[in-house]
């Protein structure tokens, strides 16, 4: 018990010692579940608190958020709630078994037992609960969940685990690289026979975005969806998803964010299948556009390449383009020169712009309309370029754009 209070701080300390005070002074039957477990058994860190209730979990999420000043938020399709005190999300969870109608779908559930609860879980690791009452309680551990840690394995609670939820493919990927552990044998097998049951096909995309979501904040993220090549699960989710050479050049960095591993990901799809990658996991706005943009840049990318190239010609080609995209893109450029362009595009020259308005221009007897637009990309142009500099050179080459244009 010490070991989980010691790994967590601030709102999650207080809603455990909470959670702790009611199951030993009130007899409340309630258990950390999961996750927690698993992380205090191993002593590492815990990333998030989860807590099953033999009851009624939203109205101990009620009290427990009133009692610290926190909010409760009520999920009244499976029975839980959210608790978040001090910027910390936990989940109350009404214990709860589940049965899948088709491969993929979502459950059915109803209130049950701890023990219907914790069988419903996904893989053996995470299928221990921790009562919360007494100063020393015992680990509950009906599937093996002590002996698969360890034994450093990451295995199902039965062979239908990942035809009934194949999200699960990810996750043991996840885990098992997050933790250094393998995917059992039986567990691969399990796999394979979803993948090649088509049963991906029928996850939405927003619940595979969510997955990848999670990856993307792991610090073994490009090992992990390397892994999942591998095994056929990202194949699985769109057929494309085959290539891991952009995730190898990120495998061992650090500092990365989304936009890497999409840039990974869509670096060499054509437009068409970029634009079905997206579809199908519905990526937000932003995130559909560096998909997009990646693809387009590697399309114009003998544009800025080579020794004559200008930096308006370089402006030309990216001015639109998503900066993140180009961004994530340097790490995959092979031509240095390319890369040295695209980083003084987004450190310098995207953010050139003439010493003169439109209303100078006007004032100086351009006419109004298209052409003042004309003459202001004309003298960005030319100051990126190097052939004018300072005012009076903007000016003195305004003056030749009338005479041009007279």
Known sequence: MDRVAGGVNGGQLAVFNSMRRRATGEGIPVYLVGGPVRDAVLNVPTRDLDFVLIGDAPALAADVADELGGQATVHPRFGTATVEVEGHRMDVVTARKESYPSPGSLPEVSASNLDDDLARRDFSINAMALPLSGDSPEVIDPHGGLDALAGKSVGTLHPSSFADDPTRMLRAVRYEQRLGFQITTDALSEMQQAINGGHADAVSGDRWRQEFQKIFEEDRAAEMLLRGIELGALAAIHPVLT???GLTRLAGEGDLGPNDFLVALAGSLSAVVGDGFARRLNLPTDWAQVVRDTIALREKQSAISGRSVMPS???AA????NPDAIAASVRF????QVAARLRRYLDEWRLVSP????DDLLVMGVPSGPMV????????SAKLDG??????GERTLVHQIILRGS
């Open 333 to 336: 450029t092979d031509d240095p």
């Open 243 to 245: 290539d891991g050479k």
């Open 387 to 392: 052939l004018v500099s300072g005012e009076e």
């Open 355 to 358: 010493a003169l308005t439109g």
């Open 373 to 380: 637009g004309e003459a202001l990309r004309e003298l960005t």
């Open 318 to 321: 990216l001015d639109g383009l």
């Open 313 to 315: 010609a370089v402006c």
